[in-house]
């Protein structure tokens, strides 16, 4: 079972960036899916999530700027981030769990699966 995840790098402030997190191992399509970010000297914090049912989380530093997604034939999360901010700068992780209830989508420790992060740095 692993997560990979990748489509991290520099961008300037105002630009885009999407990140996937490819699945192996196992099917994403019953999982529910999270990106969390941690900034240096800062606890990690989730971005977005999705249920296996499609509800979504998005925190609110980040609403309307990006969105979650999951391709099943591709057994991929992505997340496209536009209007990035240099506080977006952090390691993203992808994590995935079979189980979770609504109320703790963007909770860390709901999550069992989890890849390894990839940096984003806004900066110009």
């Known amino acids: 079972v692993q997560l990979q995840a990748s489509g991290g790098g520099l961008v300037q402030p105002g630009g885009s960036l999407r990140l996937s997190c490819a699945a192996f191992?196992?099917?994403?399509?019953?999982?529910?899916l999270g990106w969390f970010r941690q900034a240096p000297g800062k606890e990690r914090e989730g971005v977005s999530c999705?249920?296996?049912?499609?509800?979504?989380y998005y925190g609110d530093s980040v609403m309307g700027r990006f969105t979650i997604s999951r391709d099943s034939s591709l057994n991929t999360v992505y997340l496209q981030m536009n209007s990035l901010k240099p506080e977006d700068t952090a390691v993203y992780y992808c994590?995935?769990?079979?189980?979770?209830?609504?109320?703790?989508?963007?909770?860390?420790?709901?999550?069992?699966?989890w890849g390894r992060g990839t940096q984003v740095t806004v900066s110009s």
């Open positions: 191992g196992f099917s994403l399509e019953n999982f529910a």
């Open positions: 994590a995935a769990t079979p189980r979770v209830a609504l109320s703790a989508l963007a909770v860390d420790s709901s999550y069992d699966y």
């Open positions: 999705i249920s296996s049912g499609g509800r979504t």
